[in-house]
């Protein structure tokens, strides 16, 4: 569908803020002239003949009505939704949404595997096969949480590139950057720490080493790995902590992360390409003069 785009005087292009042909509620919409005296709820020719289409409508706007007087939450959703975006806009600026949209499909289907994941050192990868050969659709839920995490960090290191290389990080969107930053590291640790959770001799011995070659680092190391092993050694209690940093403290403070960052870029728009030039302001008349 043709968008309509009108150019601001400072080269940008704005999608003209036309609402989808939504019902509006009453309080929003113009009023008709000439009046038709069915309060628009008619045919539209006065004869005040209700058809069950316009009925269905009314009820859908007058709950739209009641939610945005009680939130005026359609204010913050024309802001969030309806902005200007730089001329030159192109597919690379859809990866970090893409990167978000692989966060939700990891913390849906997560939750469906939470529901039959045993974390247990005696448990975990007997609770692992049965989702994989028993639980109705387990195997593809399973598969789709394993390609995911692969999915989502390799859309975090090409969304990152994409800022980087549209130098998106410069003034005034350093702490977008930062918090982009966080996120990467989070995100890391969430593939991390995901690994372990299956309990077969491949996750067991490479989260060995990973734990051993935190260990290695400078100042923190130490205390990171015994952190990460809830002790000197692989203990019992080595699992609980992963699942409970996989489950519980990563992704929290990725939603948090993901609400900041996204606050950011509505609040300062996104970075034209690189290659376009920017365009000097037009002078208005009383410049001119
Ligand atoms: C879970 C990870 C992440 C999610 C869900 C995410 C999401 C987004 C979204 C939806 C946008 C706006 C659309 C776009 O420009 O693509 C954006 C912009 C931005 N992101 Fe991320 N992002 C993540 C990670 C990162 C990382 C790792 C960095 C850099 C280290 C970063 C830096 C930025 C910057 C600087 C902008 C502003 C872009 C501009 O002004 O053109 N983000 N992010």
Do not use: C
């Given at each position: 569908?043709?968008?309509?785009?009108?150019?601001?005087?400072?080269?940008?292009?704005?999608?003209?803020a036309r609402l989808p042909k939504l019902p509006l509620p009453g309080t929003r919409r113009k009023p008709e002239w000439p009046p038709n005296g069915d309060n628009g709820a008619g045919d539209g020719k006065g004869n005040g003949q209700v058809s069950?289409?316009?009925?269905?409508?009314?009820?859908?706007?007058?709950?739209?009505?009641?939610?945005d007087e009680r939130t005026g939450a359609s204010g913050?959703?024309?802001?969030f939704l309806y902005r200007k975006v730089p001329k030159g806009t192109n597919w690379f600026y859809t990866l970090g949404s893409a990167t978000m949209f692989a966060f939700l499909s990891q913390a849906i289907t997560g939750v469906f595997l939470a529901m039959y994941y045993e974390p247990s050192a005696s448990g975990a990868y007997d609770s692992v096969q049965h989702i994989t050969n028993d639980v109705f659709?387990?195997?593809?839920?399973?598969g789709m949480h394993r390609w995911g995490a692969t999915v989502m960090v390799v859309l975090v290191f090409l969304h990152m590139g994409r800022t980087f290389f549209?130098?998106?990080?410069?003034?005034?969107?350093?702490?977008?950057?930062?918090?982009?930053?966080?996120?990467?590291?989070?995100?890391?640790?969430?593939?991390?720490?995901?690994?372990?959770?299956?309990?077969?001799?491949?996750?067991f011995w490479a989260t060995v080493v990973g734990v051993n070659l935190n260990s290695t680092g400078p100042l923190v190391g130490p205390y990171l790995a015994d952190f990460l092993r809830a002790g000197p050694e692989?203990?019992?209690?080595t699992l609980s902590r992963f699942y409970?940093?996989?489950?519980?403290?990563?992704?929290?403070?990725?939603?948090?992360?993901?609400?900041?960052?996204?606050?950011?870029?509505?609040?300062?728009g996104t970075t034209a390409p690189p290659?376009?030039?920017?365009?000097?302001?037009?002078?208005?008349?009383?410049?001119?003069v």
């Amino acid at each position: 569908m043709a968008v309509p785009v009108a150019e601001a005087t400072d080269g940008s292009f704005a999608v003209m803020a036309r609402l989808p042909k939504l019902p509006l509620p009453g309080t929003r919409r113009k009023p008709e002239w000439p009046p038709n005296g069915d309060n628009g709820a008619g045919d539209g020719k006065g004869n005040g003949q209700v058809s069950l289409k316009d009925q269905a409508m009314e009820a859908q706007a007058g709950i739209v009505g009641w939610v945005d007087e009680r939130t005026g939450a359609s204010g913050f959703l024309r802001g969030f939704l309806y902005r200007k975006v730089p001329k030159g806009t192109n597919w690379f600026y859809t990866l970090g949404s893409a990167t978000m949209f692989a966060f939700l499909s990891q913390a849906i289907t997560g939750v469906f595997l939470a529901m039959y994941y045993e974390p247990s050192a005696s448990g975990a990868y007997d609770s692992v096969q049965h989702i994989t050969n028993d639980v109705f659709l387990g195997n593809l839920v399973r598969g789709m949480h394993r390609w995911g995490a692969t999915v989502m960090v390799v859309l975090v290191f090409l969304h990152m590139g994409r800022t980087f290389f549209f130098g998106a990080y410069k003034y005034p969107r350093e702490l977008n950057w930062v918090i982009g930053v966080v996120l990467l590291v989070l995100t890391m640790l969430m593939a991390f720490s995901g690994y372990l959770l299956p309990f077969d001799q491949r996750s067991f011995w490479a989260t060995v080493v990973g734990v051993n070659l935190n260990s290695t680092g400078p100042l923190v190391g130490p205390y990171l790995a015994d952190f990460l092993r809830a002790g000197p050694e692989f203990g019992a209690t080595t699992l609980s902590r992963f699942y409970a940093i996989h489950m519980l403290l990563v992704p929290g403070l990725i939603a948090a992360m993901i609400g900041a960052h996204i606050y950011l870029v509505t609040k300062l728009g996104t970075t034209a390409p690189p290659w376009l030039k920017a365009q000097l302001k037009e002078p208005t008349e009383k410049e001119r003069v």
